[in-house]
């Protein structure tokens, strides 16, 4: 019978594990966590130690784990080394009971000699990282159980599944809206960039430093050279150096897949854990790559020796750097693990690409070069830079030359700008140049990019936002939701996506901003490394978003809407205008005066919309005051403000309390004496007539926007299903079809003004 087990979360893990350990050892998967919060619930005890409920997922698979624990000796735990993987060991402990037989193990890397030499080394249970796991679990779970459904019932009107918010993903998700806005509101602006191109040999490109931002400015400066003399004014050489980049963390191997290789953060990881749990090579189940979360660039001194030897031995001494070369950690890097390497650097990408599939392939020849490319020499180019005078202007001309490609045999990377812009010779301090050919280019500023995938995972890293085994879920979740799209290798927030972070923004500021939630992160470093205690951290976050929940809880039940987005639609049935509301993931407009209308449009393109937030204190939103026309109060004379009753729009005097309705600009053509005023019918919708009714009877089906210049008889109103047309049916530009049917006489009292 065998004497010892070893449990690993991952069932491709265990198979390799099985190959190294033969009959010694059974080895066995947990399929990951055994134990989490409930899904059909909160979980949480919301009293002052927040106790969770955890629940078991799999009660037939610890059963089969108790089965196999039964007859052994010793159990060692040997899932990942982090925060999850502690949580997980510690919980089989829980499960399958008798504590005294379990022991620890960390595997950084699976190879045959670190599996017997971590064997050999077994620890204990951090519980400090296990603290940590719980306090972010539920953490999360008490933003994301409690916001989500707020989310639904505001903007849907009821609860379903498909919006959610979370603690990290909702920052990402404003990063990309903000970008978006930012983008949206940019004003480009004219710039010209001056060139000058000498008749040498060869031909010698030179640019004037900086840029001119006048028209004006470009004119005398042309002026100015014409009559110019050009001498030299320096020539100078340089020596330009390019370092090897640190060896890849969890975020700079997404960025750099992305970008190199076009892979998205998620699958990135898929394939890196399939690299790390191990590969059939020549019969045998080998680990390629360490642990590939983590974010230190820590590497171990039988690494780099390796390494290094491998260097002098393939590409001689020459490219070796003179000594071993390390990096230094960002503040607050969790040391625990080394950074992503080759588990055996001999390993070359071309040997074991028989092995692997196309991915697999791609994403351990980046690593693998990135990682040798580290105990490289520099790559060394030599710069020589020549001045230009002109007057009072300068022109410059570089150009670069490689002396020695060092790392960048393995690991290339972009030529510099001057590379291939050979200078003449004979150029020599005080010397006068050939007057040269005046180039000006004229260019806009562009607004940012929109951020991509690998661009989002940097934001959030520089941020401090995040852990390595979060990345590739928070930019992954919020595709899924429908929050961003991608186009191209670019990230396009939805309009769901803004409608989420506004009302975040407005009720939750906390859950999008990013100092809050580097310091939530800074906390849960603090819990692992024994600083903070876990009660203690969520009392602190519960104190500020409790009463917030209850805010929005509190105008929900009163029947309140505490967020609206208007558009620039008016609903057919009562006038009001429409809003934008959602039901599983997809967009439409209903009536913003919903429960007492409840007409609904498909969301037409194009369609503009202003954000209304009001806080649940200023009461029910459709009594909130819009921008209304500039139109005074006839009592009074103070300006008139726009506002949404049972019978549609009107104006209403925030002084004296005068109402009357909404004027079109457009006059009666039939009276001469009234003007064109909105006017709605419960049966009709919104229609537009005299102000002088009932004494004139001229009405509108639609929004008159001019008298008619054709006839001098009508008024031009916009048709929704004609266009543009005539009031006049006897006007060559009515149109082909007839005259356009008036709006039926509204029932009586249906112009009534009322109050909302």
Known sequence: MPRDLVIVESPTKARTLASYLGKEFVVVSSKGHVRDLPERELGVELDDEFTPKWVVRDRKLIADLKKKAAGVSRIYLATDPDREGEAIAYDLVELLGDGDRYARILLHEITPESVREALGRPGRIDLAKVEAQRARRILDRLVGYQISPLLSRVLAGRRFEGLSAGRVQSVALRFICDRELEIQGFVPEPYWEVAALFPTEPPLAARLDGRLTAREDVETLVRD??????????????????????????????????????????????????????????????????????????????AIASTRAFVKKEFGTKALSPKPRHFRNKRRAQDAHEAIRPTEVGRTPDEVAPHLTPEQRKLYDLIWRRFVATQMADGIWLRRKVAIRAGDHVFRASSSRMVSPGFTAVFPVARLDDEEAPLPGGLAPGAELSLPEITVEEHETEPPKRYTEAGIVRKLEQEGIGRPSTYAQIVSVIQDRGYVVREGSSLRPTLLGHLVTDLLRLYFPETVEEAFTARMEEDLDRVQEGDLGRGELLRSFYRWFGPKLHTV??????????????SDVTCPTCGAPMEVRVWRGSLYLGCSRYPECRTTKNLPPNVSFRYRADRVELGDALAAVEAAPAVPCSKCGTPMTLRHGRFGRYLSCPSCKTTSPIPSGVACPECREGDLVERFGKRYGTFYACSRYPDCKFRLPAKPVEPCSACGQGVVYDDPRRGPRCSNPECASHGEEGPAPAARRPRRGATKKRKS
Not at 250 to 279: H, W
């Open 225 to 302: 050279l014409a009559r110019a003399r050009f001498t030299v004014d320096a020539v100078e050489e340089e020596e330009v150096v390019r370092r090897p980049s640190a060896p890849f963390i969890t975020s700079t191997l997404q960025q750099a897949a992305s970008s190199e290789l076009g892979f998205s953060p998620k699958r990135t990881m898929q394939i890196a854990q399939s690299l790390y749990e191990g590969v059939a090579i020549g019969g045998e189940m080998v680990g390629l790559i360490t642990y590939m979360r983590t974010d230190s660039v820590r590497v171990s001194d039988s």
């Open 553 to 566: 809880e509190e105008a929900l039940s009163k029947g309140g809407k505490p967020f609206q987005a208007l």
